[in-house]
């Protein structure tokens, strides 16, 4: 039997490759430090918690719950957008629940998207911000990730060179996953390119909250206009380690948030009514929480930075998200980043993501990701100092690296 269309329109899955490669490692008794997935390893605030259990088994909470989010999680959202960006939405047409920033995205592709429809990621970037349009039957066209002169020469092309039209941009800031930032300034850039050429905007602002220098990440709905063509997503995921509970929102233009809750109604019947009390909990109560992740995470990158630096691996310092974004050393970058990934587990105990996993431009690099504690980030920066000085022999084990140049 041969593939499904839609199956046919997705590569290999980068990350499982290396996830194989580090299951063996783990199952041959390695003890892999793992900075490959971004997956939050601090506990859910205990209040919000405690709102969770509290709520589990009241009466009604075992129904299908709303697909939109309950009323009053989808007021504290917008609460949330007038006190951190001093946007005011309106919680009724202006703001959905999602589970998770992710299936917003996925859905909000599948709202807007016909078969052939050009849309403008940037590359590298995470997948799921290509391959939810390519699923909904689009065509990807890549723009530089790193805001600046060439972002807009490269919107400038694809305008006059793309047929159709291109019918949406996505913009991820803090990125994921390059860790660049962008300022207002360059949101209303954004915003009036995108009006002067008919485009949506879609802004993932999933790290909003994870921050360690300068001010705080800006919304583009921050910009006066943006809300006539922009829809943002956000998460609990990292702002409130809650990645498991499977709880965003998009919050935008009333027509783009009209059509994703459309499409919703059709899909699923909202997350579990005990968990959107709870995240209703977590955007109402204390905030202090949020400074205690960012110092969590601020400390783990001094130590990366500064361990693997010792090693003998230069990593810039990210300024915000949960990732670094880091060069391949230069006698491993001919291998490209999946095979050098690969290589740090088998000879170093490290797992890390690789960079083509994120898009083409993305494969003289790794992405590694903040999710182990100072004590084990430096373990793996001693590994890695073997692996660098003594260790880097063979591929694999067995071809030796001067054969694979």
Known sequence: MTDFHRIRRLPPYVFEQVNRVKAAARNGGADIVDLGMGNPDLDAPAHVAEKLKETIGKPRTDRYSASKGIPGLRRAQAAYYERRFGVKVNPDTQVVATLGSKEGFANMAQAITAPGDVILVPNPSYPIHAFGFLMAGAAIRSVPCEPGPEFFR?????????????????????????????????????????????????????????????????????????????VEFTSMS??????????????????????????????????????????????????????????????????????????????PSPSASMFAWAPIPEKFRHLGSLEF?????????????????????????????????????????????????????????????????
């Not at 360059?186 to 300068?214: M, N, Q």
């Not at 088998?346 to 898009?359: H, I, L, M, R, W």
């Not at 920066?381 to 084990?397: D, I, K």
């Open 341 to 405: 990934s690969k290589l740090l587990i088998e000879k170093a105990d490290v797992a890390v993501a690789p960079g083509v996993g994120f898009g083409e431009h993305g494969d003289e690099y790794v992405r590694i990701a903040l999710v182990e504690n100072e004590q084990r980030i430096r373990q793996a920066a001693r590994n890695v100092r073997r692996f660098l000085e003594t260790g880097a022999e063979t591929l694999h084990n067995v071809v030796p690296l001067a054969a694979a140049r």
């Open 154 to 230: 490269a919107l400038e092309r694809a305008v006059a060179h793309s047929i159709p039209s291109p019918l949406a941009l996505v913009l991820c800031y803090p990125s994921n996953p390059t860790a660049c930032v962008a300022d207002l300034d360059f949101y209303r850039d954004v915003v009036a390119f995108a009006k002067k050429h008919d485009l949506i905007v879609l802004s993932d602002l999933a790290y909003s909250e994870v921050y360690f220098d300068g001010d705080p990440p800006p919304s583009v709905l921050q910009v006066p206009g943006a809300m006539d063509v922009t």
């Open 238 to 315: 990292k702002t409130f380690s809650m990645a498991g509970w499977r709880m965003g929102f998009a919050v935008g233009n009333e027509r783009l948030i009209a059509a994703l809750a459309r499409v919703k109604s059709y899909l699923d019947y909202g997350a579990y009514t005990p968990i959107q009390v709870a995240a209703t909990a977590a955007l109402n109560g204390p905030q202090d929480c949020i400074a205690e992740m960012r110092s969590v995470y601020r400390k783990r990158r001094d130590a990366l930075v500064d361990s693997f630096g010792k090693a003998g691996w230069e990593i």
